[in-house]
């Protein structure tokens, strides 16, 4: 099953685009992945994508997490996957609280899980996926990934919350700073077992180093490098500028 009969089924459901799934459709089979982790699903649309991909690799599982209330969605994750005939493939766990105190249960397994992606798509907060980045960190095999969703996701911006009493109570700069975009920038990018960033439609990717191969442990600095990939978007500011300047040297 493709994007396209995944799409026909969930629909205009919220939240995973169809350019979304594409792109994590062609990264599924790219790194070979196999064992996902996925951190948020709500109605499940992007549960399904991820499950149609590993369909299509001929492999593969995931566990997925969210809040009890996500039981109660109409339809609700189960139901999505059973009409895309991919039921089997994924594990569902419903919280009372938060999916950090399933983390919690994982690792303290004699075998906890081993993950070659990690999908967060959940609370887009600091309390609670600060958190979760080191938990999955712990859970995730090295070489592998993570991929957060709504990097410049903010209470402020959202049409759901930012009216809310809980939300404007809040301090000002907690409603509007974007919290997932501080984990990346302060937590996962200074973090010597990680490299390869990337971000891209909103989304950060990055990678685990292979197993021995922090620079903080061989002895070696490095330079935190990021590629910023551009969707469908003209260049502004200094950025259409240098892009007018080497246009002109290349004679166009």
Known sequence: ?????????????????????????????????????????????????????L??????QIVTIDLLRARDNQPNVETLLEKIGQRQRVTVHYEPTSYTWRLMKFLDQDSP?????????G???????????????????PGGWIIFDDLDWSY?????????????????????????RKIYELLVKP?????????????????????GESPLRSGHREIVTEHIVCVDRAPVGLH??????????RGR
């Open 1 to 53: 099953m493709n994007v396209s009969a995944v799409k026909q089924v969930v629909g205009n459901l919220p939240h995973m685009t169809v350019t979304q799934a594409e792109t994590i459709t062609q990264f599924v089979a790219d790194h070979d992945v196999e064992h996902i982790l996925e951190l948020g699903f709500n109605y499940g649309v992007s549960t399904c994508y991820m499950a149609a991909a």
């Open 55 to 60: 369909a299509e690799c001929g492999r593969g």
């Open 113 to 121: 899980p081993r993950f070659d992606l990690c999908y967060l798509d």
């Open 123 to 141: 609370a887009h907060n600091w309390f609670v996926d600060a958190l979760a980045f080191f938990l999955v960190d712990r859970l995730l095999r």
């Open 156 to 180: 402020a911006t959202s049409p759901a919350l930012k009216d809310t009493a809980a939300v404007q109570a809040m301090p000002a700069d907690e409603r509007t700073i974007p919290h997932v």
């Open 191 to 211: 973090h010597p077992d990680y490299h390869n960033f990337r971000t891209q439609d909103n989304w950060a990717f990055v990678q685990k180093r292979p197993a």
């Open 240 to 249: 259409k500028r240098l892009v007018k300047a080497v246009n002109r040297l």
